[in-house]
Every structure is written in structure tokens, then in C-alpha cells.
């Protein structure tokens, strides 16, 4: 997808209203992304008595991030190098965060179920995991359809790794979103 057009796609603070981030959470984004879509939003919105936590495998995207979050003054934003594809791939304690983003890594995670189980250990019970990604249907931008996953296909896998369906929803036009509680 070329750089920018996420936000014509996903409102991030359409997003992080439902799943119900409020000042003073922790709110990790695993798969960040170059952009900080949704982790600079989710800064602003915890507010200095929250964190917000960029997770991402590429070491560049987090130095990306992290520039833009001094630019922009966000203090309570930290980044961290992780592998959410391994058990304890993410240095963070269990149940560290009240809201733990996954947007747009399912279609290119080569281990789902060792993705979510991760997303769901970091989060703290009753707290909330995201779950969105690419509709199947071929569009303008995004991967190519065969690559796509359902909500179907992942919600299993979710369920397996411990979280429960809160609500399905479509937050962009090309996009399925579920909302899980731990």
C-alpha cells in the first residue's frame, strides 16, 4: 500500500473511540507500521498519564515512529523491537496493556495462531485486543485478494489463544474489525 493512503482507508480515531481508549491507558500497536497510523493517535489520546507502545520486527520503522513521536512531543510513546510471531517475542510483562492493536498483520503472518496468543498474553484480563485487517474482495490498494484472510478464518484462532468476540464491525471500506476482551 503506498505511504499515506491508510488514513484515506481507517479513521485511527474512529478506531480507537470503539475500542474504548481513554486517558491514562496503555495501548501497544504490534505491526506499528512506518506511518505510526494508529500509535500517534493513541498517544495523544492516553494522554502523559498513559503509554503508548510501538511494536514492530524492522528496526527502522520503530526509528521512523519514534522521530515522529519526538516531533510531534509525545513523551509517553516508547518503542519496542519485537517478534510477535514467538511466545515472549515481545518484551512486555503478561497483561501489560488495557488495549493491544493488531491492524493489517494477519494476511502476512506466517504463524496466526503464535500472533494472537501473544497479542492476548500482553493484555491485561478484561482488557481489549483489536483485530483488523483486508476485506477478501480485491480493491484499489492493499495486498493481492489471495493473500486476504476472513474475520471467519481468524476468529477461531483468536478464541483459541484465550479472547472472547465482542463485536465485528467494517471500519473502512476495504477493511473487516473485530473487537475481542480478554
Same mark, same amino acid.
Given at each position: !500500500?503506498?505511504?499515506?493512503?491508510?488514513?484515506?482507508?481507517?479513521?485511527?480515531?474512529?478506531?480507537?473511540?470503539?475500542?474504548?481508549? /481513554?486517558?491514562?491507558? @496503555?495501548?501497544?500497536?504490534?505491526?506499528?507500521?512506518?506511518?505510526?497510523?494508529?500509535?500517534?493517535?493513541?498517544?495523544?489520546?492516553?494522554?502523559?498519564?498513559?503509554?503508548?507502545?510501538?511494536?514492530?520486527?524492522?528496526?527502522?520503522?520503530?526509528?521512523?515512529?519514534?522521530?515522529?513521536?519526538?516531533?510531534?512531543?509525545?513523551?509517553?510513546?516508547? @518503542?519496542?523491537?519485537?517478534?510477535?510471531?514467538? *511466545?515472549?517475542?515481545?518484551?512486555?510483562?503478561?497483561?501489560?496493556?488495557?488495549?493491544?492493536?493488531?491492524?493489517?498483520? !494477519?494476511?502476512?503472518? @506466517?504463524? /496466526?495462531?503464535?500472533?494472537?496468543?501473544?497479542?492476548?498474553?500482553? %493484555?491485561?484480563?478484561?482488557?481489549?485486543?483489536?483485530?483488523?485487517?483486508?476485506? %477478501?474482495?480485491? %480493491? *484499489?490498494?492493499?495486498?493481492?485478494?489471495?493473500? /486476504?484472510?476472513?474475520?471467519?478464518?481468524?476468529?477461531?484462532?483468536?478464541?483459541?489463544?484465550?479472547?472472547?468476540?465482542?463485536?465485528?464491525?467494517?471500519?473502512? *471500506?476495504?477493511?473487516?474489525?473485530?473487537?475481542?476482551?480478554?
Amino acid at each position: !500500500m503506498p505511504l499515506g493512503t491508510t488514513s484515506v482507508l481507517l479513521d485511527p480515531e474512529a478506531v480507537l473511540v470503539r475500542a474504548g481508549v /481513554r486517558a491514562g491507558f @496503555t495501548v501497544a500497536d504490534l505491526g506499528c507500521g512506518t506511518t505510526g497510523h494508529f500509535i500517534l493517535p493513541a498517544a495523544r489520546m492516553v494522554g502523559s498519564d498513559g503509554k503508548a507502545i510501538a511494536v514492530d520486527i524492522v528496526q527502522s520503522i520503530l526509528a521512523g515512529v519514534a522521530g515522529r513521536a519526538r516531533l510531534e512531543g509525545f513523551a509517553n510513546l516508547e @518503542t519496542i523491537w519485537g517478534d510477535c510471531e514467538r *511466545p515472549g517475542g515481545i518484551k512486555l510483562a503478561d497483561g501489560a496493556c488495557d488495549i493491544t492493536l493488531v491492524v493489517n498483520n !494477519m494476511y502476512q503472518a @506466517t504463524n /496466526r495462531g503464535a500472533f494472537l496468543s501473544e497479542a492476548a498474553r500482553i %493484555t491485561k484480563p478484561g482488557g481489549k485486543v483489536v483485530i483488523i485487517d483486508w476485506k %477478501t474482495v480485491a %480493491t *484499489p490498494l492493499g495486498p493481492p485478494a489471495a493473500s /486476504r484472510l476472513t474475520a471467519d478464518a481468524i476468529r477461531p484462532e483468536a478464541e483459541k489463544a484465550g479472547l472472547k468476540l465482542l463485536e465485528t464491525w467494517e471500519p473502512g *471500506p476495504y477493511h473487516w474489525g473485530m473487537i475481542f476482551v480478554k
